[in-house]
């Protein structure tokens, strides 16, 4: 997957493109928004990650062109600002998701790789080793044992599951989980999974559900 | 004109009607007099007409003088006490607004006009202030970014040390504690300078009531605290749905933090007239009375010396009460040392 990262900061930029390239992705950086404008017209991306404030051309205005000129490359908007309501204001202008800084990088890789897969219907039976989740009858299940969970607890799972083999941030699963706009500051995030786990893993081998020290949680089956 | 002249004026203007009063006063004793010159004895006469001279003009005239002198008073003293009202309306939000002047050149008008010049240096002052906020949370960002950037890269690529690995963890888990820190400076600078709009529609708080009440059950969980929820009436807010869930739930995480072991929360939503009013009460230890208006300063933590051990931005119920506001409601916290803590908050409910 090809994607061009626009940031004019050199040390997120290099951070953003290692983290990027230790994924496997191929990184093209271009600190300038006039010039990314053009790179993106003419290249081949198949996700760009955008910073809001550019020299040569904010982000926004990059984006709005992008689609006026029938682009539809998925992208991923950046910002440190929060003036107004850019979470808004980049989905209105046709961002495909939105990170705001100080962001953890693992689930900037995260997000990166699903703006390649946006496109994908969603399943509707997930597996991760032996453990299932229908989402149709809302209903888990591993080694032949149901599991009795709370709404939340189940949405939890199956985003986890959803996106099994890739960290999930907080504020990922906040998002997705919760449908909050704001981190709210507490270890909510946490407690859910640690009594998930406790309903998935005790008892089991191997574990499937891992901290990631500083990013996030993966749910994945080889250790 | 100055208060000086108009003063004297209005002085000489109530003492030529006293002085009126009492000279047609005497002016029929007199002429009453000299039509009885020839019944009396002299010295009985002077002391009778005396007296009658002193109760039917000298009384009518002290009298006029004294109302004289209450509504030369009250007049004079008149735009003093409306600059009085004026000024107890003033606040932290509205100091550009300048005070209504007279116009007429006199002292209070000039003093109006003195005071408009402070509050209008106060409010740049306050301005820049919230500037400065603003701008250093946004300035420490890019920092933030990079040093969580290279943390992070450097855990990955995975140190041999198992003791370094363990530090560079810590740093992480600070740093992660600093942004929380600065999301929510960010979130209060924001407000302040007027740039957080809210999406405001017809809402359920009793929903979101019962949904916080789940969460906080499972954050109370770990300290064995009991959550209970007492009362949910149907309810409808004019509101932003994500604001709402985040006082919600820095409420409950509060609650649950400033607990004990064993405590209890409880929570109770009622609808009174046109005012929906939540509750949330818990069994922590209390904070003395001194000190609970000052729960909604920012950073404020409390009685340092039990509280040092709970985590958290400090910024918690500082968004709350500016969540609260910025939906036209009251917030109050209430408690006793070694009783309950209850923090009330009343929002009108939405008019169809």
Redesign the interface.
Known sequence: MRVLVVED?I??AS??R??LE?EGFLVSVCPRGDDALTAAVAGTFDGIVLDIMLPGRDGLSLLRELRAQGHATPVLLLS??????ERIAGLNAGAADYLP??????ELVARVRALGRRAEAPATELRVADLTLDTIFHRAQRGGKVFDL?A?EFRLLEYLMRCSGQICGRMSIIEQVWD?????????VD??VR?LREKIDDGFEPKLLQTV???GYVLKAAP | MTIRTRLTLWFAGVLTVSLLVMSSGTFLEIAEQLRHAHRQSPAARAARETSEMILEAGLPAVVLGLLGGWWLMRRALSPVARLTRAMEQIHERNLAEPLPRSGNGDEIDRLTEVFNSLTVRLDASFQRIHEFTLHAS?EL??P??????????A??DGPADAALKHRL?SQ??E??RL??I???L??LA?ADAG???LQMEPVRLDELVRECV??AT??A??QAVAVRLEACAETTVQGDR?RL??LL??LA?NAVKYNQPGGRIQVSLVQEGAEARLEMTNTGPGLAPALQTRVFERFFRGDTSHNHAV???G??LSIAQWIVRAHRGEIRFVSQPGQLTTVTVRLPVATN
């Open positions: 900061e040390k997120t951070l953003v290692h983290a230790a440190a600002r929060g003036k107004v309501d800084k100080p962001f953890v990088l693992a709370t939340r909050y706009d704001f981190d709210p500051g507490t270890n909510l407690v859910y009594r020290r500083g990013a | 946004h960002k890019t933030l970014t990079i040093l969580r950037g290279e943390l992070e890269t855990l990955r963890a992480l888990d740093i992660e942004a929380k600065v999301d929510g960010t979130l924001r740039q957080v709009e789940a969460d499972i954050l969980h770990p994500h869930r985040q739930l820095n995480d985590e958290g931005c910024l918690g």
